[in-house]
């Protein structure tokens, strides 16, 4: 049986530096990961927000746009506070571990 694990993640990482996708530097600290997640989280949310004060106030030239940036908004929040949940959980369950 043949195992091609290692080139499939080198090919979908290949991918993901063409898609545009942000890069992380081997050398850059947890918390500068953590920090930019949270302030891209930030800059999505108050695009949401900016889309709808736009829909609410009648200056939006395109209303698609704005709901899916609204969508995208929340969609990134849910996620955030699922990966802090997730942390929150394996922290509890590191610290439930007997030494």
């Known amino acids: 049986m043949e195992i091609n694990a290692?080139?499939?993640?080198?090919?979908?990482?290949?991918n993901?530096?063409?898609t545009g996708a942000s890069?992380?530097?081997?050398?850059?600290s947890?918390?500068?990961i953590l920090k930019n997640a949270i302030e891209d989280v930030n800059k999505t949310q108050v695009q949401g927000y900016d889309a709808m004060r736009g829909i609410a106030t009648g200056e939006v030239?395109?209303?698609q746009e704005a709901v899916h940036q609204i969508a995208k908004a929340e969609s990134t929040l849910k996620l955030?506070?699922?990966v802090k949940?997730?942390?929150l959980g394996s922290y509890?369950?590191?610290?439930?571990?007997?030494?």
């Open 23 to 28: 890069q992380v530097n081997p050398s850059t």
């Open 6 to 14: 290692l080139s499939t993640l080198s090919n979908l990482a290949l």
């Open 85 to 87: 949940n997730k942390a």
């Open 16 to 18: 993901k530096a063409n």
């Open 92 to 99: 509890k369950e590191i610290m439930r571990m007997q030494v």
């Open 30 to 32: 947890f918390d500068q």
């Open 80 to 82: 955030a506070l699922e």
């Open 61 to 63: 030239p395109n209303l």
